[in-house]
């Protein structure tokens, strides 16, 4: 048989560059910006032992048996009481589903919601992981630039009188790739200019919890209560190795991503949704999060400080208040596909931004930078060396 | 907002008439042939308990962190090592991707296969979540009947002729719903018969190793070796709740698996995939997997003779090798819904056989039973009591 006829909607997804530049970034010489994992060394690892010996003990059987496509019970009444303590949301366990992790997430609402051709609103930069989604369902982009305060709003404005998008896709705290945070203004603005239209607003939240500047700031569900999409996850709080999210939606909603929940894989790992219940019942997840906060955030400033100390000064960036990322806007004339292959000469590695577009840019001027990883004397010498390298392109 | 509006994929999804049943059957005076599930007093839970204290002392960290798309090394060569000692396949590592269950493997493979309308050969009666994630994916049904030997190679060479088939999806061991085995003969039959058709054949064996009765018959692999799928599962031999499938497929099929397995999931849960291996290298899987054969035959045989005694002699039923499902066929005045209201009043619970096909059947005159989970004496009483309402339907 020749090669088989693969579906359409294959063919569109972009293929991952990041997966490529990983594998360059295992050399242990390589000081690697270019990763997005969170740190290992936080892990509750011994926590996590006991969590599993515990459900081991105490429902071994059902804990290994097949279960419900909803997710487990006590998880998701879990995932309510926090949205309720730490957000002020009322959302209810029905109107949670747990996914492999919050991607699935984005997998099952895009096939219950998309039709080929469907416009989708996207921040640019935007998160890879929806771009590839959305491709799979052969959605129309439009892309929205996000300015240092989120998303522009004359931009969507228009957007929206021009195109009929089903979905408008955000992550607005410490967005991955820009660590850009919308502000609540923006957020009230964004809010009273989509009320009305018949687009879901996905406020994707992988990293809200790790803020380590500044205060809280509400989510879109305060102000689009019936309009607006959460997705959450525990890969960036507990532990990503699970694959543990969540998607919460309205009950209409709900029910058909149920049923294509159930279509997709049955249901998700119950036995980790237990251990994890079980080492949330025991530990203290607060405690917990704050140690991840101290570290990402000690090593956030180190980078900033270095990139101010070793960048020319015509090299923008962003100084997120949380998360994982930062964004480096390069000179124009500067590509950052070069600069990657003077980097990687000197052992520094970081993702050019061509894979937060939705379309192919030619000689793309961006980078991002991730520092979850890495310590602050390692971010100095790497920030260092990225600086001679922009310095040797600009021909300083 | 109005309600959203849904891709048209979500809306020709059949709701799991399943899920309904087995929510009458949680009632703990039923004894209930309706499930699907593997028995639970077989799972080695002890034996898991070890190996998940194995991996967090020994790769704590890394079994937490994320992980690659494929699946994990060893997982992926103890599946290439069993094909080769019990199957005499040849089959590489690098053409087996871990997916959440074999339900994954199946959503990808149609993903990345089937546009809307392409047609489908599927076995009828069918395997419900196979009806499931095909209708998502919008394709054209064309069912070929079952015979007891396996497909109508008749109905199976006009359909050839009369459509263009993308794939054939087979369960040629102790089928489910029907407990039907593909004899060596038919095997050989339709592989000379799709051979030169640009039809993939699907085979998925999630009950192949629970043979009690009679030889392993050679997978279609063996006779159609570019043009076969393969689909497993741990699901049914060691442990469902983890969610640990995989698939097999040629290179170039393979390549856009694991772009699609990226965008729906990241990754397969590497946490359970590392202890699943552990436990695999510890124990002896054939061993744990002969008790499993010797309850669910000793279960099978009960059923089998307690139908000869209780049922009227012109119930048709078919008389597996393996696996945990029987087939029954009333007489054609005989409604199997109508039974299930007189057998629910007994407290007996099966599946009539309605979601098994891909269209709707009115006054269907089949239906499925389960064994896996029943012991011998309450299997006797059950279907005597499943008699009794058979024939008080027929008016005797």
Chains 1, 2 share one sequence.
């Not at 996905?202 to 500044?214: A, C, F, K, S, T």
């Not at 101290?294 to 000064?313: C, D, T, W």
């Amino acid at each position: 048989m020749n090669n088989p006829a693969f579906a359409d909607r294959i063919s569109d997804v972009p293929k991952s560059f990041i997966r490529e530049i990983l594998k360059v970034a295992v050399n242990p010489e390589m000081i690697s910006f270019a990763g997005g994992l969170p740190n290992r060394d936080l892990f509750p690892v011994k926590e996590l032992q006991n969590a599993s010996n515990q459900v081991f003990e105490t429902a071994g059987k059902e804990a290994l048996q097949y279960s419900n496509s909803e997710g487990y019970l006590p998880l998701r009444e879990f995932i309510a009481k926090r949205y309720a303590d730490k957000a002020g949301l009322k959302v209810s366990p029905d109107n949670i589903l747990i996914t492999c992790g919050s991607q699935q997430g984005l997998d099952l609402l895009a096939k219950i919601i998309l039709n080929e051709g469907d416009d989708v609103l996207i921040e640019e930069p935007g998160y890879l992981g929806a771009i590839q989604v959305f491709s799979v369902y052969r959605s129309t982009f439009v892309p929205i630039p996000l300015l240092d305060d989120g998303l522009d709003a004359k931009a969507l404005t228009t957007a929206l009188q021009s195109y009929r998008p089903k979905l408008l896709y955000t992550v607005p705290n410490f967005s991955n790739p820009s660590g850009i945070t919308y502000s609540l203004e923006k957020r009230r603005e964004i809010a009273a200019i989509i009320e009305g239209y018949a687009t879901i607003l996905v406020e994707d939240n992988p990293y809200g919890d790790l803020r380590y500047r500044g205060e809280d700031i509400p989510s879109f569900k305060h102000f689009l209560p019936e309009q607006t999409i959460l997705l959450g996850s525990f890969s960036k709080t507990a532990v990503p190795g699970f694959r543990i999210g969540w998607i919460v939606a309205p009950d209409a909603i709900m029910d058909k991503l149920i049923v294509a929940k159930q279509a997709a894989d049955l249901h998700t790992n119950i036995f980790t949704q237990r251990l994890l219940y079980q080492y949330l019942s025991d530990n203290d997840l607060e405690a917990h999060i704050r140690k991840i906060r101290e570290v990402y955030g000690r090593q956030g400033r180190a980078m900033i400080e270095s990139i101010r100390k070793h960048f020319p000064s015509d090299v923008h960036f962003t100084t997120p208040d949380g998360g994982m990322f930062l964004w480096v806007t390069l000179p124009p004339q500067v590509s950052s596909m070069k600069l990657f292959d003077l980097a990687i000469k000197r052992n520094v590695a970081f993702v050019p931004g061509n894979p937060f577009y939705t379309y192919p840019v030619e000689n793309i001027n961006t980078l991002r930078l991730n520092f979850s990883c890495v310590d602050e004397k390692t971010i100095e010498v790497g920030i260092a060396k990225l600086g001679e390298a922009i310095k040797e392109l600009l021909g300083n």
